[in-house]
Each structure stands twice: as C-alpha cells, then as structure tokens.
C-alpha cells in the first residue's frame, strides 16, 4: 500500500444550530449542522401533516375525472 495518501481522520465536535453537539469522527475538522436529530420535526414527534383530502379533492375538481372510472371509449 502506498503511504500518505489517505486524508487525516480527526475526532471532531459536531455542532447544530440548536446548540445540540455530539463527537464523531470525520475527515473534516469542523461540522456545523442546520438541523440534526434533536431538532429535525420527524424525531421530535411536532411534525405537520399535510391535509391530502383536500388536495385530492382540489384535484378531483380541477381535472374532473377520478382513478374509479372507467374512461370512455372513442
């Protein structure tokens, strides 16, 4: 194998925007997060659903044909 040719490894402190910080090791000397598991609304339990009844049906309205019927002959 040749020396020198792979990239330092360093132990590195991982920081959020939240302030939420956690150790790993990387090739990296410093990340900096925008979101990260402490604050992300999917592991947080706060996430938003989406009201997709409504948008079915806007859809429905606009187009004016469902999946449920059959489409006409020509």
């Not at 410093?30 to 402490?38: A, D, F, M, T, Y």
Request: one cysteine or more.
């Amino acid at each position: 194998m040749k020396e020198g040719i792979h990239p330092k490894y360093y132990k590195v402190l991982v920081t959020c925007a939240c302030g939420n910080q956690f150790e790993t090791r990387s090739t990296k000397a410093e990340i900096r997060l925008e979101i990260c598991s402490g604050c992300h609304p999917f592991f947080t339990g706060k996430q938003k659903l989406v009201d997709t009844a409504g948008r079915i049906e806007r859809f429905q309205k606009k187009y004016g044909r469902t999946g449920t019927q059959p489409r006409h002959a020509r």
